[in-house]
């Protein structure tokens, strides 16, 4: 876990800390940090964010889900849910809402620091997002031709974004709607402290680890301010298993449990042999 | 001899009998009329008795016709008496004339009723062997009654009719003044004998009565009768026993002492033991405690309800609350239905407000049947007047015992669980929601979908708790009806107090805590599915809904003892169109709805392998601490219920039976 928020003085991206969402070059710093152990098999990579209440009823209400799933009527007439983030200088707003607006537009890096080379390490950005919801629920405009352009006609973009919805990504299977980055933003969170997937860092070959142990160094295009409302930044590096991350909470619990119904089968037993005995001579007293 | 013949006619003439004609076109049944056998009919069952007797010793009753009374007589020979007046019974008085002319011309004044009522008015006739006669019958427990009669010249029958008129006619006070009128007209009689009526006991009322005061039930018995007949029926139906040492508040004893003194020797004899006593063990059965039977006439009820000037009257009332709860049964004799109201009343509003119940069959039980928490008429002989306005009618005395001790017993288990359960499930389903609030800034931001929110009481939790309620049965029906003592369990309201109550919503509170911090910790900070994609707080608030649906379930399936297939079906129903439900809800992209959140939510968080854990961890920690509680208190402190329960088998299906119980509407006519 690295935070980069950058409150203190002594990290490197104070100097971003107060930038605004848009200024035209973006603030960009580093910073350095090593892995103890080498990451064996798949590495993800997460950003995390504290203290932003995506559970707000407000916030997770807004949205239009039929604007997203591709309806070419609420394209230009979305939601009300969606106020005050619905038009903008009388032109609808795509994607509109609240969820959309504050999409998290940082942009992270890493490289393997090997005898003062930086090794850029190949991040994956395809397979973050549920494949449901990237193939089912979040759908383009349809429309002749595949020039997204030509299909956002008549909307514009979200307030505080720096590009259209339709400039996300150069590839056409993550751009508009269906962008994979946009799709994990819009899964709102449950807790005010989550991480959502940002990249995967996958295995070349069965014989080196993912990740070895060593210097990395991040390099962070900070365009997303949190310091207004008290929020961190983090990037969090994990390995993942069948039962997911690292989670002391079930192991313990169910260690607790067990040791706790054991417990008292044994107690239960005493008793039941001592007072048991006497109920099946017992008669109903009067 | 004259008034041998006298008292035959007068039984033959003195009562509000009707005569019903069968008017059957069978050959057979106009045979057996000439045979005069008849059919009487009438609201008091004594005097349909009593004109039957009459007929078996050859004085018939044939019919009331253009105002003349015909009666048969020995020797075949049609009498005829016009029917001048009728001085109706009522039940202050305690007494009824009919004023009859014979065919001869001699107006006759016949009187009938109680003992009490005619021998102060007697001045002629065998009183003291009639006296005693009486009495001997009234121990033997029979009904017994006097009659009485007076010869009236024609001056006095004009005048007699003249006050009878004036008063009839009264637009004011007309009762007041008919009773003036009547204790005017009705003096001066001559005693013309006695008669005795049996009044068997319903069957096996002894036994429900012994069931009853087993079920801890403190059974008084209120009546119109006097004190001996009454005495004797109480031996006879087991409400005082052999030994049980019986206490009398009645007239005869408060007029040698006053009644301060009678109240306060009585209440220092009965308090003697009371220390010792505690109200669990009351069941007088057991021979070495002293057993107390209290009986008290109306009279003596009448002054202690008195309200006196120096408004002492209150120590009264409790100093006789106070002796009627240290005896195992009451017995209220030569009680006015109002008095017996009256009873019931001061019953009501004693110290620890009993539940009372009133169980009658004539039309004089009525305003006790109408006072108590609970009336019962019971469909007999005199009449439908009780049922009618009782809450409950059944036809026999012996059908309350399974009533009370059954069905009774059932539908209070029933109805406590379902009250229990239903706060309790509704604690656990919104007792998370509240918890949330602390996380999502107290933006009331539901922890479901509002899908899950709407069908979670109608659909998912409502079927098994319904079916609990219909057809429960904790202990089996016959051992219910062989071991009263077990009535006792649900005494006083036992199940709904406080501490049940608050038991209930602490495990509600405690179950809800640990679905949500359990799902909490789960997600916290970590990422549950093997492919490292995030959780939202939907599938969040689905986790926490699936844990609760289960364990809301299987408690209700832990408290079941009584296992047939519609439990079964309903229970694991349940849980099974819940899964589908959200299969179902989660699994399309449905058109009418504006928002598409919870699409396939449902499937992803089952596609998590800590989700699972999680889920089957949480319900097992929720319900462990109700499983632990049930088996320690079963073991350590069992109640008489629970000791049957273990010897009963468990979880083997049972035959369904759903037993209804209709309330009288008043409406209904006969």
């Known amino acids: ?286 | 001899q004259e008034r041998e013949e006298l008292f035959f006619r007068a039984l033959c003439l003195c009562h509000t009998v009707q005569v019903k004609d069968d008017d059957s076109v069978d050959g057979l049944k106009k045979n057996r009329l000439s045979r005069r056998s008849c059919i009487y009919i009438s609201s008091s069952p004594d005097e349909v008795a009593l004109v039957e007797g009459i007929q078996r010793l050859g004085y018939t009753y044939l019919r009331l016709k253009d105002n003349f009374m015909e009666i048969l007589n020995r020797e075949n020979n049609i009498e005829k008496f016009e029917l001048l007046e009728v001085l109706s019974f009522d039940s202050v008085r305690r007494r009824m004339s009919v004023i009859v002319k014979s065919s001869t011309g001699d107006i006759f004044l016949f009187c009938k009723g109680a003992d009490s009522s005619i021998f102060p008015r007697v001045k002629e006739g065998k009183i003291d062997q009639i006296r005693s006669r009486v009495e001997r019958n009234a121990v033997e427990g029979l009904r017994t009654l006097c009659v009485a009669y007076k010869k009236l010249t024609a001056e006095e029958y004009s005048k007699a009719q003249k006050l009878l008129q004036n008063a009839k006619l009264a637009l004011q006070d007309r009762e007041k003044k008919l009773a003036e009128v009547y204790e005017k007209i009705e003096r001066d009689f001559i005693l013309l004998g006695a008669t005795a009526v049996e009044d068997r006991l319903q069957e096996k009322a002894a036994d429900t009565i012994e069931a009853l005061q087993k079920a801890g039930i403190k059974v008084w018995v209120l009546t119109g009768d006097k004190m001996e007949t009454a005495a004797a029926t109480c031996y006879a139906c087991k409400l005082f026993r052999r030994n049980t040492q019986i206490l009398e508040l009645t007239t005869k004893k408060i007029e040698e002492q006053s009644l301060h003194d009678v109240l306060f020797d009585l209440s220092k004899t009965v308090l003697r033991h009371s220390g010792s006593l505690t109200r669990d063990t009351f069941s007088g059965l057991s021979t070495d405690m002293q057993d107390y039977g209290l009986i008290i006439d109306g009279a003596a009820l009448s002054l202690i309800m008195k309200p006196r000037q120096d408004g002492s009257s209150g120590n009264y009332r409790e100093l006789f609350l106070e002796i009627c709860r240290n005896c195992s049964a009451v017995l209220c004799c030569r009680m006015a239905p109002l008095q017996k109201a009256q009873i019931v009343k001061l019953i009501k509003l004693s110290k620890e407000h009993p539940i009372t119940l009133a169980i009658g069959d004539g039309a004089n039980d009525v305003s006790m049947i109408l006072e108590a928490h609970v009336g019962i008429g019971i469909i007999g002989k005199e009449g439908r007047q009780a049922a009618r306005n009782s809450d409950y009618a059944i036809p026999k005395f012996k059908h309350l015992k399974k009533m009370l001790l059954v069905h009774g017993h059932f539908y209070y288990v029933r109805i406590s669980e379902l009250v229990q359960y239903f706060f309790y499930k509704n604690v656990c389903f919104i007792f998370p929601q509240f918890l949330y609030q602390f996380f999502c800034g107290f933006s009331q931001q539901t922890l479901y979908d509002t899908a899950y929110l709407t069908l979670y009481n109608i659909s998912f939790t409502s079927l098994p708790i319904l079916l609990y309620g219909l057809m429960e049965q904790h202990v089996s029906a016959d051992t219910l009806k062989r071991e009263p003592s077990l009535y006792r369990d649900v005494a006083k309201n036992a199940l709904l107090r406080w501490r049940a109550f608050i038991y209930w919503t602490f495990l509600g509170v405690f179950d809800a805590v640990v679905f949500f911090f359990g799902a909490y910790f789960l997600f916290e900070n970590t990422i549950v599915t093997s492919n490292g994609q995030m959780f939202g707080n939907w599938t969040f608030g689905t986790l926490v809904f699936t844990v609760l649906v289960f364990t809301v379930t299987l408690k209700l399936a832990l408290d079941t003892h009584y296992w047939t297939w519609i439990n079964h079906f309903m229970i694991w129903g349940s849980l099974v169109f819940y899964i589908i439900f959200s299969l179902l809800w989660g699994g399309i992209i449905w058109p009418f709805l504006n928002y598409q959140r919870m699409y396939y939510v449902f499937m992803q968080m089952l596609s998590s392998g800590p989700a699972w854990l999680g889920i089957i961890l949480l319900i097992t920690v929720s319900l462990l601490p109700d499983v632990i509680k049930k088996v320690l208190c079963r073991q350590l402190w069992p109640t008489a219920t629970e000791r049957i329960q273990t010897k009963h088998q468990c979880l083997s299906v049972e035959q369904s039976t759903i037993f209804m119980l209709s309330q009288t509407s008043s409406s209904l006519s006969f």
């Open chain 1, 1 to 286: 876990q690295i935070d980069y928020t950058g409150t203190e003085p002594s990290s490197p991206c104070n100097k971003c800390l107060n930038v605004s969402w848009d200024s035209p070059t973006p603030c960009t710093c580093t910073i350095n940090f090593t892995l103890e152990h080498s990451f064996e098999s798949n590495v993800f990579m997460y950003y995390g964010l504290s203290n932003f209440y995506q559970n707000h009823r407000r916030y997770v209400k807004s949205r239009d889900d039929s604007q997203l799933n591709g309806d070419n009527s609420s394209l230009l007439n979305p939601s009300k849910e969606c106020e005050p983030y619905r038009t903008n200088e009388d032109k609808p707003i795509a994607p509109c809402g609240a969820i959309a607006n504050s999409m998290f537009n940082d942009t992270l890096e890493l490289y393997r620091i090997d005898n003062d080379t930086r090794i850029p390490i190949t991040l994956i950005k395809k397979g973050i997002a549920w494949w449901t919801d990237k193939n089912v629920k979040f759908r383009n405009p349809t429309g002749d031709g595949n020039n997204l352009t030509a299909l956002f006609q008549g909307t514009t973009k979200p307030v505080n974004w720096r590009k259209p919805v339709y400039m996300l990504d150069s590839e056409a299977d993550n751009n508009g709607f269906i962008n994979e980055d946009f799709i994990v933003w819009m899964r709102t969170a449950a807790l005010p402290t989550f991480r959502k997937l940002y990249r995967l860092i996958e295995r070349k070959d069965n014989l080196a680890p993912t990740l070895q142990a060593g210097k990395y160094s991040l390099d962070i295009a900070y365009n997303y301010p949190v310091h207004s409302f008290d929020g961190r930044k983090r990037m969090i590096l994990s390995t993942i298993s069948w039962m997911g991350g690292k989670n002391p909470f079930l192991g313990i619990a169910y260690i607790t449990v067990g040791s706790i119904c054991f417990f008292l089968g044994v107690v239960l037993l005493i008793i039941h042999h001592k007072y048991g005995n006497r109920n099946t001579s017992a008669d109903i007293p009067n």
